[in-house]
């Protein structure tokens, strides 16, 4: 008997319903059952399965093993915590980021269900998902908060692998808190906007406007075009620029956060006494930057 016969579809309720038709379809050709429209199993005669257990693997042994081995070079080099199960949750394969993950060796691990490894209700959770997948055959996404390694946090992908289920842990701690930063800031610019006597500005590396909020053009009477390009020591008054420009030297060469009380020259030549608080905006360890805040005198 040949193996090249064209399979043919059909649903798992038509099957379910007129078994006999299918079972002598089975006979001639597989039947592919579907549930929602996806392959789910495979309904053979025994004789056609017997024959596709003795078919020779010499042929492709080569290539078995080559796959094999390219699998193990990219588990090993993956960014990713990886874990496979069989269909009882039972650990049959991590790759070494896993293993730091959970703390343990794969000596310790493969062998062992997922529930005597990890136990607690949260850990619990991600095994229904691991059984959810095996049930469905499609893959689940989700995070978690690390249970072994408090302050972190895993982005989750559950997915089927041959012989069971396998799951990838991402850490996506760094993310999160970048995502709370922004949080932050975005608060903080909300809050800052509310007081109208408190200005934003930005300088580079060389002291220049680089950015400024809108209460800071209010309060220079400038425009954006105006100022940009222009040195914040420029519209000071001249009496206070040495004391201000050394300020800014010691916060960009890394020095503390610094308060500085000055005069601004704002539109028509009229002077504005302010407060300034200048801090350094840092990249890779460096300032390449100042913030600025102005708190105008009421």
Same mark, same amino acid.
């Given at each position: 008997?040949?193996? *090249?016969?064209?399979?043919?579809?059909?649903?798992?309720?038509? %099957?379910?319903?007129?078994?006999?038709?299918?079972?002598?379809?089975?006979?001639?050709?597989?039947?592919?059952?579907?549930?929602?429209?996806?392959?789910?199993?495979?309904?053979?005669?025994?004789?056609?399965?017997?024959?596709?257990?003795?078919?020779?693997?010499?042929?492709?042994?080569?290539?078995?093993?080559?796959?094999?081995?390219?699998?193990?070079?990219?588990?090993?080099?993956?960014?990713?915590?990886?874990?496979?199960? *069989?269909?009882?949750? +039972?650990?049959?394969?991590?790759?070494?980021?896993?293993?730091?993950?959970?703390?343990?060796?794969?000596?310790?691990?493969?062998?062992?269900?997922?529930?005597?490894?990890?136990?607690?209700?949260?850990?619990?959770?991600?095994?229904?998902?691991?059984?959810?997948?095996?049930?469905?055959?499609?893959? %689940?996404?989700?995070?978690?908060?690390?249970?072994?390694?408090?302050?972190?946090?895993?982005?989750?992908?559950?997915?089927?692998?041959?012989?069971?289920?396998?799951?990838?842990?991402?850490?996506?701690?760094?993310?999160?808190?970048?995502?709370?930063?922004?949080?932050?800031?975005?608060?903080?610019?909300?809050?800052?906007?509310?007081?109208?006597?408190?200005?934003?500005?930005?300088?580079?590396? +060389?002291?220049?406007?680089?950015?400024?909020?809108?209460?800071?053009?209010?309060?220079?009477?400038?425009?954006?075009?105006?100022?940009? !390009?222009?040195?914040?020591? *420029?519209?000071?008054?001249?009496?206070?620029?040495?004391?201000?420009?050394?300020?800014?030297?010691?916060?960009?060469?890394?020095?503390?956060?610094?308060?500085?009380?000055?005069?601004?020259?704002?539109?028509?030549? !009229?002077?504005?006494?302010?407060?300034?608080?200048?801090?350094?905006?840092?990249? !890779?360890?460096?300032? *390449?930057?100042?913030?600025?805040?102005?708190?105008?005198?009421?």
């Amino acid at each position: 008997m040949t193996n *090249d016969s064209p399979a043919t579809h059909a649903t798992a309720g038509e %099957v379910s319903r007129n078994f006999g038709q299918w079972q002598d379809v089975a006979l001639t050709a597989p039947v592919i059952i579907t549930h929602h429209g996806r392959p789910r199993v495979v309904l053979l005669s025994a004789d056609r399965y017997a024959s596709w257990n003795n078919l020779p693997m010499a042929a492709g042994s080569a290539e078995a093993h080559v796959a094999e081995t390219s699998r193990e070079a990219l588990l090993e080099q993956m960014a990713e915590g990886f874990i496979a199960l *069989d269909p009882t949750l +039972r650990v049959t394969k991590v790759n070494p980021v896993f293993e730091a993950l959970a703390g343990r060796s794969a000596g310790q691990l493969v062998g062992s269900g997922w529930s005597d490894l990890f136990p607690l209700p949260t850990q619990a959770v991600i095994a229904e998902q691991m059984r959810r997948v095996l049930r469905t055959g499609e893959a %689940v996404e989700f995070e978690a908060d690390s249970t072994v390694q408090p302050g972190r946090c895993y982005g989750v992908r559950v997915f089927p692998y041959p012989g069971g289920v396998a799951a990838l842990f991402a850490n996506r701690t760094e993310e999160h808190s970048l995502r709370s930063r922004l949080r932050h800031a975005q608060a903080m610019q909300t809050a800052t906007a509310a007081l109208p006597r408190l200005a934003i500005a930005r300088l580079n590396i +060389r002291g220049v406007l680089a950015e400024m909020d809108e209460d800071f053009l209010r309060l220079t009477g400038f425009s954006s075009a105006e100022l940009l !390009d222009c040195r914040l020591t *420029d519209i000071v008054r001249p009496s206070d620029r040495r004391a201000l420009s050394q300020a800014l030297e010691k916060v960009l060469q890394g020095g503390p956060a610094a308060r500085v009380e000055t005069t601004l020259l704002v539109r028509a030549g !009229d002077e504005r006494p302010v407060e300034l608080s200048l801090a350094p905006v840092l990249h !890779d360890g460096t300032a *390449d930057g100042v913030m600025v805040l102005i708190l105008a005198e009421a």
